[in-house]
């Protein structure tokens, strides 16, 4: 332990560059939900069995980058949504993406410049 601390006392630029991206990189995996190993949390869920109802929508994926809120006083908080991420087969009909794009922002209030819709690619 202590060889590290030297090493970290020693680090220049880019070192800590490299550093303080590690760090970032074990808080954001620490930060993920207790039990959640990769799969969808609910909301994820419930948007995609929504999504795919869309008429032409096919199969669709949902990845929500949500950011906890601090609320004051001991009040709980819902987290802030920052960015969605929608992933389906008909994603390429202008028409389609328009309609998931529409869908999500009516259902998670997230801005639209924070939704991204996607052709979803052929499985190998």
Partial sequence: MGGLLAKIKGA????WIAILAG???????MARPAGDAGGATDL?????RALSSIDGAGRVQVVINQEDVIAAFGQSAQPRIIGVL????????LKVALELMRAVQALTGAERTAIEVMKMG???
């Fill in 12 to 15: 220049r630029g880019v070192e």
């Fill in 44 to 48: 994820e869920a419930r948007l995609a």
């Fill in 86 to 93: 929608v992933v389906a087969e008909g994603a390429d009909d």
């Fill in 23 to 29: 760090l970032a990189i074990a808080v954001l995996l």
């Fill in 122 to 124: 052929k499985e190998r």
